[in-house]
């Protein structure tokens, strides 16, 4: 046998009889390297890759629970006729749901994240959806968002979680998607309309007079842009209209002049208005209605005034519209309580429970704010001397802990500017937060339940 074939010659490295022995190493240090190129097979379903305590998964059998026949009624793709397969309702609202406990808004966002994260996948289950189809769905489905709030709610009545004889009701001031430079006069806005109509015109003779210089599809695109452009200016002129006569009439009350209104030529029913830090932005002023011993949202709306003077009222009618339930106290701040608000209220049988305005100066004066004054109705009397007692004034506590604490969830869930644009479609993104937040609410109330009756 040759030995030089079997002649390893001197050892590169050191044995393990020297590093052991403490004798210092003259080689390079041995690492694991992260081979990020190395293609791996791995046999795994979506739901093996996924936590088994994942909060999606909760999510997923909620959603799965609930009654999506007014979605579900619409599709027209059914067994034994023509038609490509229609997205499962069930999948669209989990996606909505799950976003926006995410924070997320986006409809572009849900769709990336629906290829890329892992949760979002899971969800899907290897159904690709796009930012139109999540777009439209969260948008164009207004009344079932709404029937799909009174239906969990109405559960939730059912089974006692909820009793709705006391609510608390705040507006939180929520910046539109249109900014301030987009509002304009109206004589601004007529020119601004005859560009518009004039680019329509334009693009219908380019299309015919060349039709090779762009797609069809890109034209269709571009002509449709235009016509929705002409239809929001049309808006604008209607909505600053209506604006400058509401301004009209209250000058004549005040005695000022009135300004010249503006409206925007992005977001025509947006209004200027104030926000809690002294700025004034386009925004609209979203109403939730919360039950104080649940913590549920009740009730939603959402209105382009800046004033909360009269929304008490029409959210009471809201409530006995949608379960038949009149609350038996609402609990407000002082921006609600005008005398004729409470009225109306004591008119549906419900209670106020709000401030007296200037009690203090009333009280340093020599005044008590607590007594009826001259002229009041009984109904406002009644609600000065309520709100004098120590129980009434502990019961208007409870205001702050319900209604501040749901504005600061949705807050916490991404809900500072609004991602549509439009009063209705505006509404429809509330009442998926007021949705979001029931379901969220009606997991623990359940649970806490069947901890104390086990």
């Known amino acids: 046998m040759n030995p030089i074939l079997f002649d390893k010659g001197e050892a590169a490295h050191p044995t393990p009889a020297e590093v052991a022995a403490g004798e210092p190493s003259a080689g390079a240090p041995r690492l694991r390297v992260p081979q990020r190129d190395q293609v791996e097979i791995r046999w795994a379903s979506l739901d093996q890759l996924l936590e088994p305590d994942h909060a999606v998964r909760a999510v997923w059998a909620a959603v799965c629970g609930l009654d999506l026949g007014r979605w579900l009624c619409e599709i027209r793709a059914v067994e034994g006729a023509v038609g490509r397969d229609a997205t499962d309702p069930r999948l669209l609202v989990a996606l909505w749901v799950y976003a926006t406990l995410d924070a997320v808004s986006s409809a572009r966002e849900v769709a990336r994240l629906s290829e890329k994260h892992l949760v979002y996948q899971w969800l899907c289950g290897g159904v690709t959806v796009n930012h139109h189809l999540l777009s439209d769905f969260r948008s164009q489905g207004g009344d079932k968002w709404d029937a799909l709030l009174t239906q969990i709610v109405a559960a939730l009545l059912a089974e006692d979680l909820v009793t709705m004889q006391r609510v608390a009701q705040d507006g939180m001031r929520v910046r539109a998607h249109a900014g301030k430079s987009s509002f304009r006069r109206r004589t601004r806005l007529e020119e601004c309309l005859a560009d518009a109509r004039e680019q329509v015109v334009t ?48 000058a004549k009350k005040s005695g000022r002049k009135a300004g010249e209104a503006r409206a925007s030529t992005t977001d025509p029913e947006a209004r200027n208005m104030m926000f809690p830090d002294g700025g004034c ?21 959402v209105t382009n005034l800046g004033s909360d003077q009269e929304q008490l009222p029409p959210m009471l009618d809201q409530l006995e519209e949608r379960y ?14 005008s005398l004729k608000a409470i009225d109306e209220a004591s008119n549906r049988e419900c209670d106020v429970y709000a401030p007296v ?33 120590a129980w009434g004034k502990a019961i208007y506590k409870l205001r702050c802990q319900t209604a501040e604490w749901v504005n600061a969830i949705c807050r916490n869930r991404g ?32 649970a806490e339940v069947a901890v104390e009756g086990g």
């Open 203 to 250: 693009l219908k003779r380019l299309a015919d007079e060349l039709p090779e210089a762009s797609s069809g599809r890109q034209r269709a695109a571009q002509q449709r842009a235009a016509a929705e452009r002409t239809k929001r200016i049309e808006e604008a002129i209607r909505q600053c209209d209506q604006l400058q006569q509401q301004r009209e009439n209250t």
């Open 281 to 301: 932005r386009p925004g609209y002023n979203v109403q939730f209605s919360t039950d104080t011993a649940s913590g549920i949202i009740v009730g939603v709306e």
């Open 324 to 337: 038949e339930v009149k609350p038996d106290e609402a609990l407000v701040d002082g921006g609600f309580a």
């Open 357 to 389: 305005k200037d009690a203090t100066k009333q009280q340093a004066a020599g005044k008590d704010p607590y007594t009826a004054k001259k002229g009041d109705s009984e109904a406002v009397a009644a609600w000065r001397v309520r709100m004098g007692t």
């Open 415 to 446: 809900l500072w500017q609004m991602p549509v644009r439009g009063q209705a479609k505006c509404r429809t993104v509330a009442l998926l937060y007021a949705i979001v937040h029931n379901m969220v609410r009606g997991m623990k109330l359940r």
